[in-house]
């Protein structure tokens, strides 16, 4: 897919509606990890270069439609202004006045920072009224909310479509991930090995479907794995099975057989008598569960197996933890595979969400070729959907 990247687009003396993804976690009025907004100071300063009447619009939390204070944008805005520098006026109510009045009257070290989006039903029911008051006085649209960009909503689709085609671009993080994911489908290297976890087939069914296209090995972990040992006619004791997706986990199977991709499976187990915090891990050296046991992690003979597949791969993606790797008694198996994966020394590629905490938390994230900001963007993409809000930036 081509798209206008922020080089295409003549912005001397232009006001630009930015689009971002500064979904934080706010703790008593203080970010607590600026990881995104990090992320978006490259596009901000490379508009900055030519205009700094920017508009930045973005959303926090799921407010429902409703405002909610604690899930105001005005922290971000606070740390926005320390890390660029810059003075960030704070709007938080652009229904009334006009948008346009702010960004006209900007001084040379100010730009704008619109109140969370979705304090206003209108964003995420993709509203046209509500669109015609952010792109009122907008010349032109970046988006660069990956993580967004698979949602059809306001600021993602109909704003876009209010400013012409010539005008619209994706930012430097959307250029980034698309670049990155569309190495997975287009010529990987290979051997290419899929790593998918967590905690359900159905949501991943699509995506796996499809990267069987492209993939050499397939290893499954995570609470999805005990859906596939009981298709095979394993006991998985009283694990997490979803037993009405046999007949997609019997689809992934004859796919992977046709197009001679390796599934590798489990082959023992960290279990536990209850899903709690404090549960005692239980060995299990069988690829069988007792009943009265729940399969929590992957074990020692599997991690081995699997570590091995990783090191001879020249690409990875990882999808997913093996385990219940917030609890440390059953983290090992995420935690190996993380390392594994960052020492593999191919393309690696870890695909948002939870994976990307597990990253973190094996302290592994820099080692990785490439870690997504969007969980579920990154999984449609690869999927083969065209999300909403690339297909209105594409050319
Ligand atoms: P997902 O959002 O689908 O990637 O799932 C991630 C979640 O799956 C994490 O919160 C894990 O704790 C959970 N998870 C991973 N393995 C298991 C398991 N064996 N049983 C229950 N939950 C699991």
Known sequence: MKFRKIEDLELEFKTVFLRLDLNVPIENGKVTDDTRIRAAIPTIKKILEK???IVIASHLGRPKGKINQDLSLEPVGARLAELLELEVLFVNDFLTESIDQFANNLQKNQIVLLENLRFWPGETTNDSTFADKLAKGMNVYVNDAFGTSHRAHASIVNVAEKIKPENRAAGLLIEKEVAA???????????????????????????????LDHCNHLII??????????????KIGDSVVENDKMGLVDTIF??????????????????A???????????????????????????????????????????????????????????KGTMSLAKEISES???????????????????????????????????????????????????
């Open 221 to 234: 972990g995570g609470a999805m794995a005990y859906t596939f040992l009981k298709f095979k006619g394993l």
């Open 181 to 211: 994911l569309s190495t997975l489908k287009i010529n990987p290297k290979t051997p290419f090995t899929v790593v998918m976890g967590g905690s359900k087939v159905s949501d991943k069914i699509g995506v796996i479907l499809s990267l």
């Open 273 to 331: 008598d209850s899903f709690s915090k404090d549960a005692t891990a239980v060995k299990i050296e069988d690829e069988n569960i007792p009943d009265g046991l729940m399969g929590l992690d992957i074990g020692e003979k599997t991690i081995l197996n699997y570590q091995e597949v990783i090191r001879e791969s020249q690409t990875v993606l990882w999808n997913g933890p093996m385990g219940v790797f917030e609890w440390s008694q059953f983290s």
């Open 345 to 395: 020394g191919g393309t690696t590629v870890v695909g948002g969400g939870d994976s990307v905490a597990a990253a973190n938390m094996a302290n592994v994230s820099d080692k990785m070729t490439h870690v997504s900001t969007g969980g579920g963007a990154s999984l449609e993409f690869l999927e083969g959907s065209q999300l909403p809000g690339l297909k209105i930036l594409s050319i």
């Open 51 to 53: 205009t700094n009447k």
């Open 254 to 271: 004859r796919n992977a057989e046709s197009r001679k991709v390796s599934i590798h499976l489990p082959i023992d187990h960290v279990c």
